[in-house]
């Protein structure tokens, strides 16, 4: 059993990829936080405890959702509008939620506007940007997920949420699998039913540009 | 991305950044007619780029993007360059190829194609510079061209390695001293041309990308070819300002005075008797489509 844990960074500039320090994916109704395997009910209450405690949340869907390839894209796309919605409600004055678009996996030059979008080769400048403290990746194809995850980790101390369609993150701090509608909207119920309860980290403007 | 086939999920429309929202709404992808004089009246598929100001490949890159028949169902295969640099902000399907390695990728991915979309028409176009297609990659290049394989290969000549500075490259004219090749070309230019003539290319064009027009056509009449009938081979002068000391606004300029007859950059072009009778072909066939829609048009 490996003894690492993936936690907020700044890890360091290179961080290693999780599953080459022994952090494994989670089963069907599992998933794992910080790597370490549990069901995946205590998973919905902590992220919703992330999102809840954080002062900028954030939700960056990724072309599997922004684009109706399919009508169940478009009904996920619908489903990641909706916890939006509920996050607005659920957080406190002085939280500001957000919904970042990642549209395009190739990287930017001469440069991205961090302030209306993610690019997941420079997913730090978006990340500092907007001082996102915790945020959820859905709908990015596993590879650019697990890119970003990494360079998330490596330089910012945000808190990382993958609600992955396939088999999960090990980069991400809270990792979901097989993320459908129902998901999606098991996590705002979960955001709803914490409401109130979870103090949020309001911190000074100095602090969080530290990100 | 056909605008038909491709919707942005009405849910989250409104934050998506703008450019993408404009690729939906106004660009030219499925319009027959598209050309260079959609440019600054539709969503162009470039906009943004990375090159130097005044660069004329940004010009070329213009002008090939307006002119695609297909562009939805194109994929480019770019190589190491500044060309490079500019693929990122192209709204079509682009592959980075290993440097050199361009033609290769290209030959595979258009079989691919071919095999995975049967009943699609999907057009490859190489677009690489003079040190790709020239130098580390003239084994590449050839060898796609005696395959017959069907694609076009468009070879920007800028006549030396711009990108790291000014090294001498194949295309280089003969005696000319870049910044790192002090010594001046000791021989002629290679005539690729006349190579891809003889390596059985279709249609072959050596010009300039001063004209516009002129651009379009050769753009459309390659990919055309190469979609039917074979190989085609495309190399357009667009000479890096830097490297040969001129300023941002002398790069029109520089290409016109390339392209007078006497000049290295005239315009040459050969097509080979089957393209000749597929171009006639097709100029009868968009005869009869203009006249059935002035018709049509007439009635309405």
């Excluded at chain 2, 490859?124 to 069907?150: P, S």
Aim: charged share 25%.
């Amino acid at each position: 059993m490996t003894q690492y844990r993936v936690l907020p960074g700044p890890e360091h500039f290179l961080p290693p990829a999780a599953a080459s320090m022994g952090i494994y994916l989670p089963n069907p109704g599992e998933a794992h936080i910080n790597g370490v395997i549990v069901p995946e009910e205590k998973a919905y209450e902590e992220a919703a405890r992330q999102f809840l405690m954080a002062q900028v949340p954030t939700i960056f869907p990724g072309p599997l959702v922004l684009w109706a390839w399919n009508e169940k894209a478009a009904k996920k796309a619908a489903a990641v509008r909706k916890l939006y919605e509920i996050l607005k409600e659920c957080v406190q004055p002085g939280q500001k939620p957000m919904l970042i678009p990642m549209p395009d996996y190739r990287p930017k030059y001469p440069k991205i506007n961090p302030e209306v979008e993610i690019n997941p080769n420079h997913p730090n400048l978006t990340i500092w940007h907007n001082k996102i403290d915790c945020c959820m990746f859905i709908g990015v194809h596993c590879h650019q997920a697990n890119l970003s995850l990494k360079i998330i980790r490596g330089g910012t101390s945000c808190y990382t949420v993958a609600m992955c369609a396939q088999a999960g993150h090990e980069d991400a701090m809270l990792s979901f699998r097989d993320a459908s509608v129902e998901k999606i909207l098991k996590l705002g119920e979960w955001i709803r039913k914490l409401k109130g309860t979870v103090k949020p980290r309001l911190t000074t403007a100095k602090t969080s540009a530290s990100n | 991305m056909s605008k038909e086939r491709i919707k942005i999920s009405p849910d989250l429309y409104d934050i998506m950044p703008s450019d993408y929202q404009d690729l939906v709404q106004s660009a030219t992808y499925g319009k027959e007619d598209r050309g260079w004089k959609d440019i600054g009246t539709s969503k162009e598929l470039i906009e943004q780029h990375s090159l130097c100001a005044g660069c004329p490949e940004s010009m070329a890159f213009r002008y090939i993007l307006a002119s695609l028949p297909n562009p939805e169902d194109t994929v480019m295969v770019g190589s190491t360059g500044c060309t490079s640099l500019v693929f990122p902000m192209v709204a079509v399907h682009n592959i980075h190829s290993l440097f050199g390695n361009q033609n290769a990728i290209a030959s595979g991915l258009k079989r691919a194609l071919s095999v995975r979309f049967p009943d699609r028409v999907k057009d490859v176009v190489v677009l690489a510079g003079d040190g790709a297609t020239v130098d580390i990659g003239l084994d590449m290049t050839l060898q796609a061209w005696f395959r017959q394989e069907k694609f076009t290969t468009i070879c920007f000549d800028n006549e030396l390695y711009a990108n790291t500075g000014g090294q001498e490259s194949g295309l280089m004219q003969k005696g000319f001293v870049a910044k790192m090749a002090p010594v001046g070309k000791l021989f002629d230019k290679v005539r690729l041309p006349e190579i891809a003539r003889e390596s059985g290319c279709h249609y072959v064009v050596n010009c300039t990308v001063s004209k516009p027009s002129l651009v379009e056509k050769v753009i459309r009449n390659s990919v055309l070819i190469a979609r039917e009938i074979g190989p085609t081979y495309i190399q357009l002068y667009t000479p890096c300002i830097l490297e040969i000391g001129k300023n941002s606004m002398e790069g029109l300029q520089e290409m016109r005075d390339s392209e007078k007859p006497t000049e290295r950059f005239a315009y040459k072009e050969y097509v080979s008797e089957p393209a000749k009778q597929f171009l006639a072909e097709l100029a009868a066939k968009d005869k009869e489509r203009k006249a059935a829609a002035k018709q049509l048009a007439g009635k309405a």
